[in-house]
């Protein structure tokens, strides 16, 4: 069941592609910034790894790497989706933020629960990402769950590209 949406009439939905690009730099971002905390627990982890057996050293390293990334993400979407910009610097870029039902700033715990939702995107083989182009409001899996919609920050809308049938 869909809830009545209070957005303003001339709101402009930022589509599949757009979304895409600011995903694909977002990502560079986040991997850049995650790499740094990464290889210091890493040295870290190796330095004291020296006192126990190798097998014990590459699950405490993997683990913490691991939870360095997912904490990078979460606190970068989270964070940026929830900030006054509505929006990180992906979509800054290409003038599109994250907004409630009434087109306000999200709070940082539905940016988290956002970022989770994700994963429902992910594991239903990337059919929740591609809802966005096909979807009214353009919205992908996890904007449904979360409650929130992506629309152009500056009222202006990339031209859309038709196919004659």
Known sequence: MEHEIFLKDDVKFSG???RFLASLFDSIIVSIVSFIPAII??????VFGAFVDNETVSIILGGFI???IVAANLCYYAGFHASKFQATPGKMLL????????GNR???????????AILLSTFTLY???IMAGVHP????LHDIVAGTYVINSNGIV???TTYAE
């Open 16 to 18: 599949f592609w757009m």
């Open 95 to 102: 003038s599109i933020k994250v907004v409630d039902i009434h």
């Open 66 to 68: 691991y939870l360095t």
């Open 158 to 160: 990339a031209k859309e």
């Open 41 to 46: 627990i890493g040295f870290i982890v190796g």
């Open 137 to 140: 409001q353009k919205r992908s």
């Open 106 to 116: 999200i709070s940082f715990w539905r940016g988290v629960g956002r970022f989770f």
């Open 127 to 129: 059919i929740g990402f």
